[in-house]
């Protein structure tokens, strides 16, 4: 079955340019997420949504970086005025997020942006 | 608030010799625990989740995990390594009562030596 897809899978920016990364979860899948991934550490928790909410955007590090899942499935990253340090590997999960379940989040291969 | 932390950055060990990589975890709440595998130019994969069922867990490919309230701990390991093991693990701590949160470890790296 299809996994969760993440586009594009590389993206080379400008510094100041506005970039937009995509997320098409799992069908069905309630929950997603947003991770950044710096080179040689662990993912990093961004933001949280349970269908269209956005229930947790404390991981966003600045207002220059906004997501959005208008219907409750496709997901968007946006990122405006990129700087170098926004380089990383942007990764995306989704989940079925039971109520009292342990679920398991499913990976995107993820989409690295290079600032330059 | 949670943290994990994964003791060693790095783990190298001879194939057909055990794997021992460690995590600490620290939750106010009822944690949830996960370990993760990165392998190069691949997704992150589940290896295996703790739930409250059973602190002994079993996960894919024979990896294990013990889970141990009085250490905070959560380490993962295999009787034997085989040399497709040699990825990036991580401890993951979060989710379900703790919040909608999910914390990674920094990881481990582990070196599989013919």
């Known amino acids: 079955g299809a996994g969760v897809s993440q586009s594009p899978r590389y993206k080379v920016a400008k510094r100041g340019q506005d970039v937009a990364l995509r997320c098409d979860p799992i069908?069905?899948?309630?929950?997603l997420f947003w991770y950044q991934q710096a080179l040689g550490q662990g993912p990093e928790f961004l933001t949280y949504?349970?269908?269209?909410?956005?229930?947790?955007k404390s991981g966003l590090p600045s207002d220059r970086f906004f997501a959005e899942r208008p219907e409750g499935s496709v997901s968007t990253l946006k990122i405006q005025r990129t700087q170098q340090e926004d380089s990383a590997v942007y990764l995306c999960?989704?989940?079925?997020?039971?109520?009292?379940?342990?679920?398991?989040?499913?990976f995107g291969p993820g989409t690295r942006l290079t600032v330059l | 608030a949670q943290s994990v932390t994964q003791l060693d950055s790095h783990v190298s060990v001879s194939e057909g010799t055990p794997v021992l990589l460690r995590c600490n975890y620290s939750?106010?709440?009822?944690?949830?625990l996960f370990w993760y595998v990165q392998h190069p130019n691949k997704g992150l994969q589940l290896l295996l989740k703790y739930t409250s069922a059973a602190t002994l867990v079993k996960g894919i490919n024979g990896f294990e995990a013990e889970f141990k309230k009085s250490e905070t701990s959560f380490h993962l390991t295999k009787p034997s390594a085989h040399m497709s093991d040699a990825a990036e693990y991580f401890c993951?701590?979060?989710?379900?009562?703790?919040?909608?949160?999910?914390?990674f470890g920094a990881g481990t790296r582990l070196f599989v030596k013919a």
């Open positions: 993951v701590v979060g989710g379900a009562t703790g919040g909608f949160k999910t914390i």
């Open positions: 999960a989704s989940s079925l997020r039971r109520e009292g379940d342990y679920n398991e989040q499913f």
């Open positions: 949504f349970q269908n269209e909410a956005q229930l947790d």
């Open positions: 069908s069905g899948h309630v929950s």
């Open positions: 939750s106010s709440y009822s944690p949830s």
